[in-house]
């Protein structure tokens, strides 16, 4: 005797076999004839996977380029007046007399990005732009005398690079030296300190109100994994299109309710309360949803969607996005280049098909 299929069966056969909801065949809409005892039935339709890149943690001024974090480090500068660099200077103000000898240090601080604790640098630069109009020349003041001026790049009292000085350097031109930064861990600011040492000289004309100064520019601060500040940090996920319009309307008129289905994969020291909202048909239903810090992408979250719901957006597109904020525990948030929170996503229909397709 011939095997019966019933069905529920049937349905049951096409959604197992992994049939996409653009595909179902012209077989599911005979169970909707009438004659056909109801039944409830479910299907999924896979969603567009989202993601939300580790860009949206990273403050202002840090990009990821070519599989590393590039950090714009805002220069600062510093200077000296002759009178405060050589206190001997200051009695001779205004007057022709042989240079005195003198040693002096200058400090200058540049501060990373806002919101970084601390970086592991795969590089970079520190460039340095030295100037003076003292009206002399303080590495070179008179014949067979000769200074120097050295600079070390330190982070928390460790010497990252440095460089000496010990050229001619007359009055009103400008040094440039580009210093190598020691791959490594950094934390805070990058500190300049430049320690001139001028021997006695030449008689020259002494002004106490001319000055040095030393700008410093961090560039090209590539760095392979940082540990950040994360407060309130805004999470937008890029709309996701689902095409309906290959289900038939027979089958979307029969949608008695169903569910978004979420697996969060989370990387991140992140946690936080965020909105996912389905919009169609001009309207939206927005629901809740929570993300934990290292989440694992094995459990899956169930967002209730009832026949209302379903009423207001459905139609042959839906939009599904996800929206809210994000926090990081006060030691901060370690994050690497490419990582991301990963959001599979599937969109589960309840409907009737059967006598009619009304309520059970």
């Known amino acids: 005797m011939p095997l019966r299929r019933s069905p529920l069966f049937l349905l049951s056969a096409f959604l197992i076999g992994g049939v996409a909801a653009c595909d179902l065949p012209n077989a599911i809409l005979d169970l909707a004839e009438e004659g056909t005892p109801r039944f409830q039935a479910r299907f999924a339709v896979p969603v567009e996977a989202m993601a939300v890149g580790v860009e949206s943690f990273l403050p202002d001024f840090i990009t990821v380029v070519d599989g590393l974090f590039l950090a714009a480090v805002e220069e600062s500068s510093a200077s000296r007046t002759l009178g405060a660099a050589c206190p001997a ?13 003198f040693a002096d240090t200058m400090v200058v ?9 601390s970086a592991t640098l795969a590089g970079g630069v520190a460039r340095l732009e030295i100037t003076h109009d003292f009206g002399f020349d303080p590495l070179r003041p008179g014949p067979g005398a000769s200074g120097v001026l050295t600079i070390a790049i330190m982070n928390q009292g460790s010497v990252i690079g440095s460089i000496a000085i010990d050229e001619p350097f007359p009055s009103g031109a400008t040094i440039v030296r580009d210093v190598p930064i020691t791959p490594g861990v950094v934390t805070g600011e990058f500190v300049a300190v430049a320690v001139l040492v001028s021997p006695p000289g030449s008689p020259t004309f002494i002004d106490r ?16 994994e940082a540990v950040l500040r994360v407060e309130d940090r805004s999470v937008d996920v890029e709309e996701i299109d689902l095409d309906l319009s290959d289900i038939h309307e027979s089958l979307r008129e029969r949608i008695r309710g169903g569910a978004v289905r979420l697996a969060i994969e989370n990387p991140f020291a992140v946690a936080g309360d965020l909105q996912l909202r389905v919009t169609g048909n001009g309207n939206q239903v927005v629901r809740g949803i929570s993300v934990a810090a290292h989440q694992t992408g094995d459990v899956w979250q169930s967002v209730v969607l009832s026949r209302s719901d379903f009423e207001q957006v459905l139609d042959e597109r839906l939009l599904l996005s996800v929206h809210g904020s994000v926090d990081a525990p006060p030691e901060g948030v370690t994050v690497r280049p490419n990582q991301e929170i990963q959001i599979d996503a599937r969109v589960e229909f309840e409907l009737i098909l059967g006598l009619g397709g009304g309520d059970l």
Do not use: W, Y
């Open 89 to 101: 200077c200051v009695p001779l103000h205004g007057q022709l007399a042989n240079k005195p000898g």
């Open 109 to 117: 601080t540049a501060f990373m990005p806002e919101d970084v604790i």
């Open 209 to 224: 109100n001319r000055s040095m100064s030393v700008v410093l520019r961090p560039r090209d601060i590539l760095i392979e």
